[in-house]
């Protein structure tokens, strides 16, 4: 029984060694190891032994069982690194890899980003406010009289609620001012909707930043600095910047800025990028009621208040000529922003 266990363990061993694949090395296992393998049948021997002899063959049966399955995995493990290595045959390993395609943020985002930036240098702090509106917050509270255009339903989205879709940001500085006390120093960019016919220059969904800074002797000096200032680090310090007399609502005077845009193989032209004005104190008067105060008295503080189209700002930057470009999401376009 010893030289037979012998035999078959040096047959199996001598099989697995000549396994060129793993077919042949699993034939292997089941001709030694399997139900009717040769060692399976050898160990059914057993049972006719004595029993002094059975302890001694069970442990020779052991012994070659474990030999022989760890031949076939030492085996198996070494036909794996020789199929790895074939796989890679050739290949170059210190060529630098091949990248991955990686995103970019949207030109809005961008610029939506750096004008952030930039006015928080300028201790302007980020506010928001809802995109569905109530009526008060984004005319009433704004000194908008109830027959002005802005409240048709041809140009503003309602809902049967009576809400509506924020028609601009200017709303946040209303709920701004119902939280906090003076002095106020704030922006906030968001969407504002409007019922307009979609074409190369407007959208009915756009992208508008609004500021607010109220305090003691605010000035419209200090609305000039500011605005020249901000749209010089945006767009260089040669940028020219004007300010036309304009009406708003809720402030007095009022102006729209306009900036020279210098595109390539065109004349210089103004380009109308923002709203802005001092914050006309019937907003104060309206507030000081809503509120049940005074800290907005407009005789103890004054205000200026800006808003302007990211949209647009982007369109300058880069000239791009249609605004819809910048909502197809068409990668051909994106692509250059990246
Ligand atoms: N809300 C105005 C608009 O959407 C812009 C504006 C904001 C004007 C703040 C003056 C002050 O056209």
Redesign the pocket.
């Known amino acids: 029984m010893k030289q037979e266990i012998e035999k078959i363990q040096s047959d199996a061993l001598a099989a697995i060694s000549a396994a060129g694949d793993e077919k042949s090395l699993d034939d292997a296992r089941v001709a030694f190891l399997g139900k009717k393998g040769q060692l399976t049948v050898a160990s059914a021997g057993m049972r006719d032994l004595s029993k002094e002899d059975k302890p001694v063959v069970g442990q020779l049966l052991n012994v070659a069982r474990q030999a022989i399955t760890s031949a076939i995995d030492e085996k198996q493990a070494a036909l794996e690194a020789e199929a790895d290595k074939k796989s890679v045959a050739g290949i170059d390993l210190t060529l630098p890899a091949r990248g991955l395609p990686v995103g970019g943020l949207h030109p809005i985002t961008q610029v939506k980003d750096s004008a952030i930036q930039t006015l928080r240098r300028m201790g302007f702090a980020l506010a928001e406010g809802p995109e569905i509106e109530t009526e008060f917050h984004c005319f009433d509270a704004l000194n908008t009289p109830e027959d002005h255009p802005a409240r048709n339903e041809k140009d503003t989205f309602y809902f049967d609620s009576g809400k509506l879709l924020r028609?601009?940001?200017?709303s946040v500085?209303i709920r701004t001012m119902e939280k906090v006390t003076p002095p106020v120093r704030i922006i906030a960019p968001g969407s504002?909707y409007r019922r307009d016919e979609i074409d190369a220059t407007h959208l009915s969904v756009f992208n508008?930043l609004?500021?607010?800074y109220v305090d003691k002797d605010v000035q419209l000096g200090d609305l000039k600095g500011t605005l020249e200032f901000f749209l010089q680090s945006m767009f260089g310090k040669d940028t020219e910047v004007r300010f036309r007399p304009h009406f708003?609502p809720?402030?007095e005077p009022?102006f729209e800025i306009d900036i020279k845009l210098h595109a390539k193989g065109q004349k210089p032209k103004w380009i109308e990028i923002?709203?802005?004005?001092m914050v006309d104190p019937a907003v104060f008067e309206s507030l000081c009621e809503t509120r049940g105060d005074d800290v907005f008295s407009p005789d103890k503080v004054t205000g200026?208040?800006?808003?302007?189209g990211i949209d647009r700002l982007a369109m300058i930057k880069w000239g791009i000529k249609d605004i819809r470009l910048l909502i197809e999401n068409d990668v051909r376009f994106l692509k250059q922003f990246a």
Not at 274 to 277: I, K, L
């Open positions: 028609t601009h940001t200017s500085q504002a508008q609004e500021g607010l708003f809720f402030t009022s923002a709203g802005c004005g200026f208040a800006f808003g302007m």
